[in-house]
C-alpha cells in the first residue's frame, strides 16, 4: 500500500513537472489559489511576468495579483472576472501591469478556472498568466499605420482631385485631358512607389530622377549628385516638376530632336538643403512662352513652397534652364530600407495608342476586382469593338467563366488578396494570351515566370486595348 501511494505521488509530481515545463515553453506562468486557506501558490514564470515573488503566500482575497496590475485597471477587470465566473466559473481577462521604474507599460493576460466540491463549493481556483506586451504593441502599432494610411490616402485623393481640376481649367479637349491627366498620375504613382519601397521614410533625388527620365529619350538625358533622400512631400513634388519639365522637352524643348540634351545637377546647400538645376542644349531655339499652362503654374508656385524654398524658369533661346532650391526641411537622413534603382517609369511594357485600335469580333476576359476600373476597361475594350467576357471580380467567377471561347485576356495580378495565377495557368494551358494589368510596383516584378505584357496601374485604358490588339496580331 505504502509502496502505491509514493508511486502515485511520483507519478503526480513527474505530471506536474511536464506540466510546468509545457507552460514554459508556451511562455505562460501558472497559479494554484486554495479558496479555503486562502493560500496561492506562484510559479517562478508567473512571477517573472507580474513582477512579484513566487511560492505561496496569502492570496488576501486576490489582491496579492491585482496589486501586480495599473490601479486604473484593477477595478474593470475585477468586475469582468466576477461576472465571468458567474457565468461558467471561467474567467480570462487583459490589463496593464503597474508602471515600471522607466515608464514602460507593459500588459499581461490572466485566466482561470474556478473548482468546486461534491457539494458545489468552490474549494479552488487554478489558472495561467501570459505577458502580451508584444501583442499589445503589435496592435498599437497596427492602429498608428491605419490611421497614417488614412491620413496619406486622404491626402492623395485630395491631390489626385486638385490635379484633375487643374489639368481640366487648362486643356480645350477631352483626349488632351486624358493624356496630360495620365502622364502626372502616373508621376505621382512613380514618387509614392518609391517612397512605399523605403517604407515612406524618403525617397532619393537619384532615383526619382531615373524614374521620370531614364527612357524619355535614352542617350539624351543625364542626372548626376550627391545621395539626397527626400520626405514624401518633396519627393512627390520634385517628382511632378520633373515630369513637367521632361514632357515639355519631349514636346517643345530639347528632346523633341534628337540633337537634344538634358542635363541634371545637384548640390547639398550648406543650411542642409540642396538645390536642383535643369538645363537643356542642343534643341530647338526657345522664346518665352505667351500662355502659361498647369505646368508652368505648378513650377513657378506649387514645387518651391512644398520644397520650402523656389524655383526659377529660363526660356533662354539655347534651351530652358530651371532651378530648384529647396530647403533643410525637404531633406530626411538616409532610410534604413533604399530601394534598388528604378526601372525607368515611362517604359511601359505595352504603350498607349496612337491611332484606333480594331478588336472588332474578339472575345476578351476582362478579370478585375476594382468595380470601377472593370467597367473602364469594359466600356474601352467594347469601344473598340471587342465582346467582352465577364468582367470577373473575385477568382471563383473568373474560373468559371474559363469554359467559354476565349481569345485574349486582361488580369489583375490581384483579386482581393488572392491571385490571379490558377487563372493565367488554364489560359497558358489553353494557348490563349493575356496581359497583366498590375497595381504592383516594379519591386512586384511579373506574377510568376509567364512570358506576357505587364501594365502597371494607373493606366490608361488604350494601353490596354492596344495590348490585347498585339497579342492578337
Known amino acids: 500500500m505504502v509502496s502505491r501511494m509514493t ?17 514554459q515553453a508556451a511562455g505562460l506562468g501558472e497559479f494554484e489559489w486554495d ?33 501586480a496590475f495599473d490601479p486604473d485597471d484593477v477595478q474593470a477587470g475585477r468586475v469582468k472576472v466576477l461576472a ?41 481556483m487554478v489558472g495561467v498568466v501570459e505577458d502580451i506586451t508584444w501583442r499589445k504593441r503589435e496592435e498599437e502599432q497596427r492602429l498608428t499605420l491605419m490611421s497614417e494610411l488614412d491620413h496619406r490616402v486622404k491626402n492623395v485623393l485630395a491631390a489626385v482631385q486638385a490635379l484633375a481640376a487643374q489639368t481640366a481649367k487648362r486643356t480645350t479637349s477631352l483626349d488632351n485631358f486624358l493624356q496630360t491627366f495620365s502622364g502626372r498620375l502616373k508621376s505621382m504613382a512613380s514618387a509614392n512607389e518609391l517612397l512605399t519601397a523605403a517604407r515612406w521614410r524618403g525617397a532619393s533625388i537619384d532615383h526619382l530622377a531615373a524614374a521620370e527620365l531614364g527612357a524619355l529619350a535614352p542617350g539624351q538625358t543625364r542626372w548626376e549628385g550627391p545621395e539626397l533622400f527626400l520626405t514624401p512631400r518633396a519627393a512627390n513634388a520634385l517628382s511632378l516638376a520633373l515630369h513637367e519639365l521632361g514632357t515639355n522637352a519631349m514636346k517643345f524643348g530639347a528632346l523633341s530632336i534628337d540633337t537634344g ?9 550648406g543650411d542642409g538643403g540642396f538645390d536642383l538645376t535643369w538645363t537643356e542644349s542642343g534643341g530647338p531655339s526657345v522664346t518665352q512662352p505667351t500662355r502659361g499652362g498647369f505646368g508652368s503654374t505648378l513650377l513657378g508656385q506649387v514645387t518651391g513652397r512644398e520644397l520650402n524654398g523656389e524655383t526659377q524658369l529660363e526660356y533662354r533661346p539655347a534651351g530652358v534652364r530651371a532651378r530648384l532650391r529647396a ?10 530600407t533604399v530601394p534598388e534603382a528604378p526601372a525607368p517609369r515611362m517604359i511601359e511594357t505595352v504603350s498607349a495608342a496612337s491611332g484606333p485600335i480594331d ?16 467597367l473602364e476597361l469594359e466600356t474601352g475594350l467594347s469601344d473598340a469593338g471587342a465582346q467582352v467576357i465577364g468582367p470577373a471580380y473575385e477568382l471563383e467567377e473568373a474560373m ?37 494589368a498590375t497595381g504592383y510596383g516594379e519591386a512586384g516584378g511579373p506574377p510568376a515566370d509567364f512570358d506576357a505584357p505587364i501594365i502597371r496601374k494607373p493606366y490608361d485604358v488604350t494601353q490596354v486595348a492596344a495590348a490585347v490588339a498585339e497579342l492578337l496580331r
Open 7 to 23: 508511486n502515485d505521488a511520483e507519478r503526480r509530481a513527474r505530471d506536474r513537472e511536464r506540466l510546468s515545463l509545457a507552460l
Open 35 to 67: 479558496l479555503v486557506t486562502d493560500i496561492i501558490s506562484i510559479s517562478p514564470p508567473m512571477a517573472r511576468i507580474l513582477g512579484l515573488e513566487a511560492g505561496e503566500k496569502p492570496a488576501r482575497g486576490g489582491a496579492v495579483i491585482e496589486e
Open 84 to 124: 465571468q465566473l458567474d457565468e461558467n466559473d471561467r474567467y480570462d481577462v487583459e490589463g496593464r501591469l503597474a508602471a515600471a521604474p522607466d515608464g514602460t507599460v507593459a500588459w499581461a493576460r490572466i485566466a482561470g478556472q474556478r473548482l468546486r466540491d461534491a457539494s458545489g463549493t468552490p474549494v479552488a
Open 261 to 269: 540634351r538634358v542635363e541634371i545637377r545637384w548640390r547639398r546647400l
Open 327 to 336: 530647403g533643410a526641411a525637404a531633406v530626411v537622413a538616409r532610410p534604413d
Open 359 to 374: 478588336l472588332k469580333g474578339a472575345r476578351v476576359l476582362i478579370v478585375e476586382d476594382a468595380v470601377l476600373l472593370a
Open 400 to 436: 468559371a467563366l474559363l469554359d467559354q471561347e476565349i481569345d485574349a485576356a486582361v488580369l489583375d495580378a490581384n483579386l482581393n488578396g488572392r491571385s490571379v495565377i490558377p487563372v493565367a495557368e488554364v489560359l497558358k494551358g489553353r494557348s490563349v494570351p493575356f496581359v497583366f
